[in-house]
DNA sequence: TTGTAGGCGTTATCAG
DNA sequence: CTGATAACGCCTACAA
């Protein structure tokens, strides 16, 4: 391996002086024909600086950690996607932590504790309360990626809430009144948002809530068959739903399709979050698009500015605004 | 930041017995009362070593490089899970680059050179090939995944052929005679070897090679939406299709879906890969189902023996055999 | 069984 | 403008 001191001595000069022309700070005063020789020289023998070596003496590892529930989740690709681009962009890499990994031990505490990466963004929706509060004792720097824990501030989240009054009123407009609603997991912050949504948008169109109209289920294909079913059931079923999540509007479609039923002639349907394949399903899905992309980036934005200490430690949380309304081929109006 | 040396201290010994007992050999001798109090005081101030000292002394990082096309691909999500997995099992984490990463210059090949990680696994098909052979070159440690580059023998692949040809077949064996199939880039090793086991399936089943039916296509849902348009415009169209990818499926079932046509009553269609979303579909799609999992979890332990020097340079690349057929509603028999 | 010394490759600080 | 030196935190012969 070539190390600085080759091309030093290659160019017969210290090798401090190389390393200071690869930190080219521009203010550094060197001797224009060295710079071009040292140049040369590493170009020459194809050097590179060592990344443990400048880590070391840096202490820092220009990573950061990246917490997501699955990989197969479309959802949080545009997330990610976000994420990197930023993290790029400052000259950080993402490490990923998938929930679903084997024996995984949470080594992304670890990971950070052993200072493999400079800070964490967690976006998986798994409690880890305690150990995350313990990140904020031991002051190391991570984000709450859309996702709420009481007692911490430094979270990027959606406005998960107007996502839900979108969709439910959109509902509304077609001239539907019996709007169920298939919850996410009512412990998590993004499912309970996204009722309380849902409860307004009945509420600013004067429908009555019902009670039996709202199912909570699981963010799956399976949970969203299954509370589908539930709503079939009744003796007078919904004639628009509004599904929490992208998956749960797969399994809700598949269960209208399986009892003979058709979307949207006899019930409407509106799914949240916007994923590529949203339109070429059948019939094509009218969906909530939140800004997901810029959940991820600006995610980043503030763990760099904690980690580089340009940010108080309790600024308040941050709400990526923003909801808007796609409308395809599953909602229509209300047929009497 | 609490290192060895504080741990030492405080214990009243030096800084190479903790060393020695946190890289616990066994074999080494150490007094068992000093070993416990060693541990005591670790876990008092909480000492976590420092891994980028670690890696520098060993020149080491334990991290593996993974670049992929996208991450809102859900074939590549088995991909990387089976890779994560393994990985972890041998004590390896994962970094993940996506190609559609603004402003990433190839950076994985810089970090694989700049000793951010130990290998690389390159599972995109945009053509490096210059690159690649320049890591040979520098015996750098490299597997390709589901990727065929000729000169390179340190591969990973499926067995597409056989997945093309289980395919055809199943379509020949419902009494389909006018099959059709949309390819992937014929540039692709992938889009190749599915053609070729189309071609074999006819063969097998006596029917007859017919130019028209196949149509080369991106593996994307526009692409599989033009296409199918296309064969649709025949003056005989197919009765069956195979979807070389499954964002050509969902493009193709679309297509069908949008002339007015029934899915499968008046054409089936069979996707390659099988995904979570596939049988929530409408109608569910048939697929086929290869060893994503395995072919991600396969390729790092071949990384690993390579980056361990225990693999010959030239070993012939591996095939992951296997592919097996997910029959669900969207193929039915021919009726005449 | 434990201590000593040297070095992994880089950079910051100071002196020349 | 360039050279020397020390240090980042850890590991490993070798010596005691």
Redesign the pocket.
């Given at each position: 391996?070539?190390?600085?001191?080759?091309?030093?001595k290659l160019v017969?000069?210290?090798?401090?002086?190389?390393?200071?022309v690869?930190?080219n700070?521009g203010n550094?005063?060197?001797?224009?024909?060295?710079?071009k020789r040292i140049q040369q020289a590493i170009e020459e023998l194809n050097?590179?600086?060592?990344?443990?070596?400048?880590n070391?003496?840096?202490?820092e590892t220009k990573m950061l950690g990246m917490v997501i529930p699955d990989f197969s989740n479309p959802v949080y690709a545009s997330i990610i996607h976000g994420a990197e681009d930023q993290a790029a962009l400052e000259g950080y890499n993402l490490l990923l932590y998938s929930m679903k990994q084997k024996g995984l031990e949470k080594n992304y505490f670890s990971h950070l504790m052993e200072n493999r990466i400079d800070g964490l963004l967690i976006a998986n929706s798994e409690s880890d309360d305690k150990e995350i509060l313990n990140l904020k004792k031991e002051k190391k720097p991570f984000v709450l990626v859309n996702r709420f824990i009481t007692g911490i501030s430094n979270h990027v989240i959606l406005d998960d809430e107007l996502g839900g009054k979108l969709a439910t009123k959109h509902l509304a407009q077609l001239g539907h009144k019996r709007i169920a609603h298939i919850t996410g997991p009512l412990f998590t912050g993004t499912g309970i948002k996204r009722f309380q949504g849902y409860r307004e948008g009945l509420k600013e169109e004067e429908i009555n809530f019902i009670s039996s109209y709202v199912q909570e289920s699981e963010y799956t294909i399976e949970g969203g068959y299954r509370s589908m079913q539930a709503l079939l059931d009744l003796s007078t079923p919904p004639t628009a739903v509004f599904a929490s999540n992208i998956m749960v509007s797969l399994g809700a479609m598949k269960a209208i399709q399986d009892r003979g039923l058709s979307i949207p002639r006899d019930i409407s349907i509106i799914g949240f979050h916007e994923v590529d394949f949203a339109s070429s399903l059948s019939p094509s899905l009218t969906t909530i698009k939140m800004p997901l992309y810029e959940m991820g980036s600006e995610s980043v934005k503030k763990l760099i500015t904690i980690i580089q200490g340009r940010e108080e430690e309790n600024e308040l949380g941050l709400i990526i605004s923003g909801a808007s309304l796609v409308v395809r081929d599953s909602t229509s109006p209300f047929l009497s």
């Open positions: 391996m070539v190390t600085l001191k080759d091309v030093a017969g000069v210290h090798p401090s002086v190389v390393s200071r690869i930190n700070d550094l005063k060197i001797k224009e024909e060295t710079r050097y590179r600086p060592n990344l443990s070596a400048r070391l003496k840096n202490s």
